[in-house]
């Protein structure tokens, strides 16, 4: 008879013994098929640069423990979500040496309150701490997805104008804002200062 959901075992019942007679047998394996996986990444990222293809890595759900306790998502889903944060950043950071055109995306809800900020916010600070430069993180979460969606103007003027538009919205929210979200709008104004910088 088949157990409750509730009632199965996890991982955490497995005893010591077995669990590292399980990890000792698939050490050769998994280290050769680690190898074959950089190389087909790095192969797909390459061919996906070449395509013109677009990449949302939607980093933070590797790395949202704090939500995942929040919705209650089960111990042995979470720590399968986790462990897998370092190939993530990994292909990833193969994604931006390919050349691959990346875009600010999550699998959180964008709004949702996440470390002091908001899961979208938090999402594009991960995208530049793995190696996205703050220009190109800010062109991710602006006008890479407005010209993907055939909505954006790339002309001098109209990046100053969304330029300016944007520093006066994140001057605004600094006012009384908690210390990590000002500091957070900083970065973002600063970004914003150097795109109309750049478009002059």
């Known amino acids: 008879m088949t ?3 509730e009632e199965v075992d996890d991982d955490d019942s497995m005893p010591e013994w077995k669990r590292l007679s399980v990890e000792r047998s698939l050490q050769g394996p ?3 098929a680690q190898e074959r996986t950089d190389r087909f990444v790095g192969a797909a990222m390459e061919l996906m640069a ?8 939607t980093l933070v759900v590797t790395r949202c423990g704090e939500f995942f306790d929040e919705l209650g998502v089960p111990r042995w889903m979470q720590q399968r979500s986790l462990a897998a944060g370092p190939r993530h950043e990994q292909s990833y950071q193969l994604s931006l040496a390919a050349g691959v055109e990346v875009m600010l995306g999550s699998d959180m809800p964008p709004f949702w309150p996440f470390e002091g900020t908001t899961a979208t916010v938090r999402e594009l600070e991960h995208m530049a701490g793995s190696g996205l430069p703050p220009m190109r993180a800010l062109r991710a979460a602006t006008v890479v997805p407005a010209r ?3 909505a954006a103007d790339d002309s001098p003027p ?5 330029a300016r538009q944007g520093m006066a919205r994140w001057r605004t929210f600094m006012v009384g804002a908690p210390p990590a979200q000002a500091t957070c709008a900083r970065v973002i104004l600063r970004s ?8 002059q």
């Open 148 to 150: 993907w969606l055939g």
């Open 30 to 32: 998994r280290a050769r």
């Open 158 to 162: 109209a990046i100053q104008d969304a």
């Open 50 to 57: 070449e395509r013109g293809t677009h990449y949302v890595p």
């Open 192 to 199: 914003y200062q150097l795109m109309w910088k750049a478009a």
């Open 3 to 5: 157990k409750p959901v």
